[in-house]
Structure formats: C-alpha cells, structure tokens
DNA sequence: CACTACACATGCACG
DNA sequence: ATGTGTAGTG
C-alpha cells in the first residue's frame, strides 16, 4: 500500500469523491469493499449524517459485514447508515408505504416456490392443462414481463390471461413476489409524490455495489431515488457480471454514464488477492472476452506456484484428490480448513465432494442449494405464522388446511375455492362465510364439530397468542405441539431418523425464532417482520457464523465476493463451464461463462486448482464428460497437468503418515 | 374420500 | 436422485 492510510491513490481519491455522481470500476480483488466502508466512514467523519446516507449491496451477508465494518469504526455510535440489498430495501420501503397502492401492510412476500404454487393454483383456476405448462418456464417468463425486459410476443393468449389471473391473485391474497419488491417502489415512487419527496430527503447519499449485477428495474428504483440529490456512488466491475439471467444488465454502466453526465470515474486496477501466476491466468481468460470497459489488473505481489489441473476418470477421483491435496496443504501451510474453496458450477455438482468430505470427515459448509428456510418441514411451521399474521395468503393455506390431516380434504377444499372464486375472496374468509353459514354439509363435519371450524378458531387463537411481545418462540412451540406435528412427521416417514431430523429442523427454527426476538439490534420484534427476514435470508444466510473451520463449497455464484488462499474449481468440463443449457440459450452467454469462469480463478489467493473427470453421472448414468473448451485458452505454460493420482491412499491414517512424512523431509 | 404405490419427467445460477 | 401427478386400493 502507498501511502499511510493504507490505501493507493486511486482508492484514497475514490474515499474522497463524496458530492455528485461517481463511477468505480473496481477489478477484481481490488479492495473494493475496503473503499466502500472507507469512504462511509469518511462521509460520517466529515459530519454527514449517518441516517442520509443508503448503501445498496448484493447480498445480506454483505451487508450484514459492510455494517459491521462500520460499527466497529464508530463504536456506539446510535443512527447507523441504511444499508441493505435491493430487496430487502424494497421490503421495508413497502412495510411503510405500500398502503398507498392499495395493499394492506401485512402483505406476504411469496419467494419462487410460493410462486410457482400461486402460479399453478392459478392455472387450476381457469382450467388450464397442467401438464402441458413449463412451470418453471412460466415462473421466469412472469418475471421478465413483470419487470419490462420482456414484451408479450403474441401467440400465448392463455399465458396472457394466467398472469393476468396471477397478478389479481397476489392482489386478492395481500401478497407480492419478489419482483414486486422493485417495482411497486417504483410505482410508488414514481406515482405517489409525497412518499418520492419522502424518501428524497431522507437519503441523500446513495452507493451501489456490484453495479454489474443489478437489474434494469433495480436501475430505474437506484434512479427515482438519487436524481434528486445526484450523489450517486455505484462500484463494480463488468468483467464479473454474472446475473444476466435474472435481468441483471452491465450496459446500466452505460445508462448511469448517460443519466449523470458529471459523473466522475476512478478504476481501481491494482489486484491485493492473487500472485501473479494466477492473475495472468485470469487476465488472459477474460482477455478473450469483447464486450469490456477494458481494464488491465496488475499486482505487485510474489510469483506464486503454477495452477494445476487434475484429470480424474470420475467424480469420486475428483474428490479423493480434492481431499488429499486439502490434507497436505493443511498440514504443510498451517492452514485451516475455512482457507480451501471447492467452486462448482451447479449445485447437484456437490454431492459427490460432500460425500467424499463426510466419509473423510472433513468439515465443510455448502452454500448454495436448498437453504434450510426451504425445507418442507420449516415452511410447514412458516407457513403457520404467515396464515396467522396474513389469513387471505392462500398459496400458504392451501398448504397447511390439512397438514397435519385434519379432514380439510381435497372435497372440502374444492368447495372453499368455489365459494372464494364466487365471492372474489380469499380462502380463509371463504372458510369464515362457511363456518358462519352453518352449511355442516359443504365442510366436511363428521360429527358435530365442523374442522373448517375448528381450523379458524386455531388461527384466531394463536394470533392473539402471538400479540404478546417477547413470547412468539414460545408460542411457536405451542403451536407446533398442539397441531402434534411430531406425530405428523412420524406418521408420514416410515424412517424414523429422517423423522427425527426433521423434528430438530423444526426445532431449529424455533431457536431461529428466538434468537431473532432476543437481537439487541432488532427495535420492535414481531413475527412479521421475523416472516420478512426469512423470506429475505438467502441460501447461505444460516450457518455462517459458524463457517470457521469448515471448507467452503459453494457454487461459482455464490462464491462472489469472496476470497480463498487455496482455490479448487471442479468440473471444469464441457456443457458444465461453459454450461450446456446457458450456450442453448442465447449464443452471447459464452462471454457471461467466461466471465463466471474468471470469477472462480480470481477467487483464489495463493494456489489454484482445476479438475475434470473423465466419466460423470448423469440422471444416474455415467456418461463420458469432456474437458472445457475455456483450458485451451490457459497458456500451456501456466498449467501443469497433473497425470496421475500419486496413488493417493484414501485411509486417514495412511494419509496421515504420509503428510507427516513430507513435513519431516522438508 | 384418503392414502399408497408407482410411473414419469427432469436437474444452471439467486434475492 | 427427487419431486410430482395419477391410478388404483382400502
């Protein structure tokens, strides 16, 4: 570092461009975060108030860090700067002020899965052919249109009038998707003066971080709420811009330029991470690429060891290679566990590494994948709390009316969705008109008590339960007994240990709850606004307090912004990098594949290694994979290939004596 | 009407 | 390998 601060003078000039529009094109490993938090710190320090100031980053766990960076800067200090993701920021904008659009505050936020059931009920509905819709294909179709990047094309007529039904759906059920979280704050915004002039004054020094990723929508909102005040600040780098997928469109580097003409530019182009030898791997990578601002990275640190590549015949070689090299490295580097990446491309590619890891013990997190929020039993219990905090959330409803069975069969049910789509209702007060109406024979009572009934005044009585402050992990536990959950699960599982694991998922998610309701940092704890956050956390947002001591597997994407001393991208095969089903697509996306190529390699600090197999399973098969195209365009002399498997004995014990061997002959 | 079993299709990335 | 839809059974 050159200068006192510990900051080069690009960065040092990027802390101090506070006023007006600012440009960072920041590669990567370039200290970004530290001139983020840096320059936050400066705006405070020069008597800007903290509360004005919003940064925007991409992920919670970024956030979360980012605030806490700043903290400790300002111990004490009470008024902290907004910081958040785009969504999250959206939540909250709407939580104040989505009243003005016609919604009620306690609004559910339905996340893909919620969608595609909102999605498929709707269908149900109107009487479309299930089978014959993509749901997933839908799913993101309803997105793109949703959010302007797509126009109707024509032909779909009964696609039109889905997401027609769809959307008067969300409506009817108080509920908005994810991407409403972006565009109703931007109709409000747009729409609604005085929540603009609102939110105008309160925020009048915007940042944005990985600007790369963010979406055109996401744009526009970035735009509403800093044409005011023009003190604009977005940082990125467009050589990894990996999110073209879900909207995300570097080309906003471009309307950012044309929207605040007197913006200023600052390229940070020194690289901190990575020796040499694996910068000019990933210089030579993304050199390969056309659509660039054009940026050299550079560093100043030692040579490094040359990259390696292993080509195993399978997946299991793969990973007993992956596991010696950690052993050796381990113990020959001092290093510990949390110091190794394992980056893949797709999630399924992990199985065989976290089998590998477990029949080794080595500790490992994955993220990535199906976050604990999303397992069946947690959104049972969640899907509880959102029916008592929201009753007109049917997706929620529907999954809960008989769960455990309670006699809200399917006959029932099918005269509750009559009832609603007659009265244009919800189904939950559908289920009140029935009860009041005494109709015993449309509600599936058997004797006297009604379960429709019976249902509601469960409902009814845990939502006053839950009023009391303090006691929600409490009540949860309650509820969770007196529904005999536990008995549902063994009923439904005739493995009682999976049972069992379910079980303490679910109990895990009561010291979830918990946990939130005793967070100093949390001002008025309620279960809606724990229900937010949860819909909120992203894959990797549990467990990472405690990924000490653990490798990191992750999927390419989720390893962003993240850095490792050693560094082993798997899989690095035809149809896998780039993949298959991206190339399909669109023809563009190889650049996009190799800028998430270029990711991986630049997440490494010390050492990196690539690996292939020469067999894969696929949906079961072995089928012959192909090493990726992208080796080819490594310099032979950057690459050592790594033939054989020096007969690597699996057993730790063996291991281990080799290890300790080597460290005595050293 | 509810539950079980079997067949079937399907697997890129994320808030 | 997993989830979902459906047909068939109690």
Redesign the pocket.
């Known amino acids: 570092m050159e200068n006192p601060s510990g900051l080069n003078d690009r960065q040092m000039e990027a802390v101090h461009a506070v006023e007006g529009p600012l440009l960072i094109l920041a590669g990567a490993g370039s200290g970004k975060t530290t001139v983020i938090t840096r320059r936050i710190s400066h705006m405070i320090s020069s008597g800007i108030p903290a509360p004005s100031i919003l940064a925007v980053t991409?992920?919670?766990?970024a956030a979360r860090e980012m605030l806490q960076r700043v903290k400790t800067m300002f111990p004490g200090k009470v008024p902290m700067p907004h910081i958040s993701?785009?969504?999250?920021f959206g939540a909250q904008m709407l939580r104040e002020s989505i009243e003005s659009i016609g919604f009620r505050k306690n609004f559910t936020i339905y996340?893909?899965q919620d969608q595609i059931s909102l999605i498929?009920e709707t269908a149900r509905e109107i009487g479309l052919k299930?089978?014959a819709l993509?749901l997933?294909g839908t799913a993101?179709l309803f997105?793109a249109v949703e959010t302007g990047r797509t126009p109707w094309t024509g032909q779909e007529k009964h696609i039109r009038e889905l997401f027609d039904e769809y959307r008067k759906n969300l409506q009817i059920y108080n509920a908005v998707d994810?991407?409403d979280?972006?565009m109703l704050p931007i109709r409000i915004l747009s729409e609604v003066e005085e929540v603009r002039e609102l939110y105008r004054s309160r925020f009048h020094y915007l940042m944005v971080d990985e600007f790369q990723d963010t979406s055109e929508a996401q744009y526009r909102l970035l735009k509403l709420l800093g044409e005011g005040c023009g003190n604009v600040c977005v940082v990125g780098d467009d050589d990894q811009s990996?999110?073209?997928?879900?909207g995300a469109n570097y080309e906003n580097i471009l309307r950012f330029e044309k929207d605040f003409p007197a913006f200023k530019e600052i390229k940070l182009e020194q690289n901190y991470r990575s020796t040499k030898q694996i910068l000019r791997v990933a210089n030579r990578i993304i050199a390969n690429n056309s659509n660039r601002k054009g940026k050299e990275l550079w560093t100043g640190a030692q040579e490094g060891e040359p990259i390696e590549l292993y080509m195993a015949e399978s997946e299991r070689k793969e990973a007993e290679f992956i596991v010696s090299k950690i052993r050796v490295l381990k113990i020959r580097h001092s290093l510990q566990f949390h110091d190794f990446g394992v980056l893949l491309?797709?999630?399924?590619l992990t199985?065989a590494i976290e089998e590998e890891f477990l029949k080794e013990n080595i500790p490992y997190q994955v993220?990535?994948?199906m976050?604990f929020f999303e397992r069946?039993e947690v959104r049972d219990i969640l899907s509880y709390l959102r029916v008592i905090v929201n009753p007109d959330d049917d997706v929620s409803l529907l999954r809960i009316a008989?769960t455990p069975?309670r006699?809200?069969?399917?006959?029932?049910i099918e005269n509750l969705v009559a009832l609603s789509a007659q009265k244009e209702c919800s189904l939950y007060s559908a289920m009140t008109v029935l009860r009041d109406s005494g109709q015993k024979e449309l509600d599936?009572s058997h004797s006297s008590q009604s379960p429709v009934a019976e249902f509601l005044s469960l409902m009814d009585d845990y939502r006053e339960k839950l009023q009391t402050p303090g006691k929600a992990a409490e009540t949860v536990k309650a509820l969770v007994d007196e529904i005999d959950y536990w008995g549902h699960l063994v009923?439904?599982h005739k493995d009682q240990d999976l049972a069992r694991i379910k079980l303490s998922n679910v109990e895990s998610l009561m010291g979830s709850v918990e946990d939130y309701e005793k967070n100093p940092d949390v001002v008025h704890p309620s279960i809606q606004d724990y229900l937010t956050r949860v819909s909120?956390?992203?894959?990797?947002d549990i467990g990472d307090k405690d990924a000490q001591g653990r490798v990191n597997l992750?999927?390419?994407?989720?390893a962003k912004g993240l850095e490792f001393p050693v560094v082993f991208i798997a899989g690095v095969e035809k149809d896998i990098i780039p993949?298959g089903?991206?190339l399909?697509?669109r023809d563009t996306?190889v650049e996009?594949e190799r800028r998430l190529f270029y990711v991986a390699v630049t997440r490494a600090k010390q050492k990196l290694f690539l690996s292939t197999c020469a067999t894969r399973r696929?949906?079961?098969k072995p089928v012959t994979a192909y090493p990726s195209p992208f080796l080819e365009e490594i310099p032979k002399e950057s690459l050592v290939v790594i033939e054989e498997e020096e007969e690597a004995d699996t057993s730790q014990s063996a291991d281990f004596l080799t290890e300790m061997r080597k460290r005595f002959l050293e």
């Open positions: 991409f992920t919670n766990k993701t785009f969504h999250s996340d893909s498929k299930l089978e993509d997933d993101q997105s994810f991407d979280l972006i990996i999110y073209s997928w879900r491309r797709a999630n399924h199985r993220s990535g994948g976050s069946k008989n069975r006699g809200i069969g399917k006959k029932v599936g009923q439904e909120l956390a992203s894959r990797d992750s999927t390419i994407h989720a993949h089903k991206a399909e697509e996306n996009e696929f949906r079961g």
